[in-house]
């Protein structure tokens, strides 16, 4: 019986994918890409992912800020989603968010404002690619990231409660905007 309880390896991962490679490189007509914005905790990062990938993302993007996805706590919570899932970091931030919009991506900022429309609102642009933004955790998305946004959404709550933690709204999010016929 071998014990693996200590056991430690090192390899040397590659940069991550360009984001121009992320955008040229997806495989399906219509695409959804999750965006995180300066998400300080590793284990929101890794449910993220976890998230995005079973719930049929095809990529994730970061901004520089964001807790590193290879962090050991990350990678357990996304059961290694992130050593899955393509990601990469986008420079600059948040200008270069137009780098998707070029590709044919509605940008979506996740946000609590009066000017949002619901997330069943945007689950019925069915034929368009989208790429879902998330902010960090307490203060949202950055007046800067929310000025790049195409369109605010917002999930429709119950009375009293306003909002829910960045890995809670990620998985509602990504459930509602689906690829109904790639999901399984």
């Not at 990601?87 to 780098?99: A, F, H, I, S």
């Not at 946000?111 to 879902?132: C, G, H, K, P, W």
Request: net charge negative; aromatic share 6%.
């Amino acid at each position: 019986m071998v014990d693996h309880t200590n056991v430690c390896s090192m390899y040397e991962i590659d940069q991550t994918a360009r984001t121009s490679d992320l955008l040229i490189n997806r495989k399906p007509p219509l695409s959804r890409i999750a965006v995180f914005e300066d998400l300080v905790d590793h284990a929101n990062v890794g449910a993220g992912f976890r998230n995005a990938a079973a719930l049929g993302i095809d990529a994730v993007v970061l901004s520089p800020r964001c807790a590193d996805p290879l962090y050991r706590r990350a990678i357990k919570v996304s059961m290694g989603a992130t050593l899955q899932l393509p990601w990469t970091r986008l420079e600059p931030w948040p200008r270069g968010l137009q780098q998707l919009r070029d590709a044919g991506y509605l940008i979506a900022g996740m946000a609590l404002s009066d000017d949002a429309i619901t997330l069943d609102e945007l689950s019925n642009t069915v034929e368009q690619n989208i790429a879902i933004m998330f902010g960090t955790e307490g203060h949202g998305l950055t007046r800067r990231a929310l000025a790049e946004c195409d369109v605010l959404v917002r999930i429709p709550m119950q009375t009293g409660i306003d909002s829910l933690n960045v890995a809670a709204a990620s998985a509602v999010a990504f459930y509602a905007t689906r690829i109904v016929s790639r999901s399984v």
